[in-house]
């Protein structure tokens, strides 16, 4: 079974531009998880989506928002890019339908450089 | 407020050497606890996870003890090899799919 995905691998924005990173899940996996990963802060919940809707939310500003579609496959975006937003940003896909916490398996990560 | 704490590193060890890696942490409940591994250039693997109190997770010789009275779940092996050379991170999640990490601790061995 193919594990998750996502693209690009590696981006480079500037200041006040936006950016969206894709994620594909394990395939029969519902619940796709995004996390922030940083030298200073580690790693950081972001939001999850189940079922095409936003189901667990972390602490980030409205800059960040996702989106899930109907294969299960999501995107997040960041709008009016910071420089504190360069990171590594993980998805990771699971099951998600049976209430207590599922194993999460994670992607490769994007990196994002803001310039 | 809801958090994992793990021994500092970074921590060099020889090869054949006993690991042991601290972990404790703070939640209300009963949390599903994780340990995960990040090799250089990658994203995280699940290396084991204990979802109640007393169990014993295992995987590739590693092991953690969910201790519920200590609220600890130390990762321990018994013969680490340079293979093992890694970021380790100790997370919970309580009730959603909302893992809570600890700082990470970088494992190098050394042939």
């Known amino acids: 079974k193919a594990g998750v995905t996502q693209t690009p691998r590696y981006l480079i924005k500037t200041r006040g531009q936006q950016v969206t990173l894709s994620c594909s899940p394990i395939s029969g996996h519902r619940s796709v998880s995004w996390y922030q990963q940083t030298p200073g802060q580690g790693l950081q919940f972001l939001f999850e989506?189940?079922?095409?809707?936003?189901?667990n939310k972390g602490n980030f500003p409205g800059r960040f928002s996702g989106r899930q579609f109907s294969n299960s496959r999501s995107e997040m975006n960041v709008s009016t890019l910071e420089l504190g937003d360069s990171a590594l940003y993980l998805c990771?896909?699971?099951?998600?339908?049976?209430?207590?916490?599922?194993?999460?398996?994670f992607g490769p990560g994007t990196r994002l450089t803001v310039l | 407020g809801n958090s994992v704490t793990q021994m500092e590193g970074p921590v060099t060890l020889s090869e054949e050497a006993f690991l042991t890696i601290n972990c404790t942490y703070t939640?209300?409940?009963?949390?599903?606890l994780f340990w995960y591994v990040q090799y250089p250039g990658e994203g995280l693997q699940l290396l084991l996870k204990a979802t109640k109190a007393d169990d014993k997770g295992s995987n590739k010789g590693f092991e953690a003890t969910y201790r519920k009275e200590t609220t600890s779940f130390h990762l321990e092996k018994g013969s680490v090899q340079v293979s093992d050379s890694a970021v380790y991170f100790c997370?919970?999640?309580?009730?959603?799919?909302?893992?809570?990490f600890g700082q990470g601790t970088r494992l190098t061995i050394n042939p």
């Open positions: 939640a209300t409940g009963y949390p599903s």
């Open positions: 989506y189940f079922s095409e809707t936003q189901r």
């Open positions: 997370a919970f999640a309580r009730g959603a799919q909302k893992l809570v």
């Open positions: 990771a896909s699971s099951l998600g339908g049976t209430g207590r916490p599922d194993t999460q398996y």
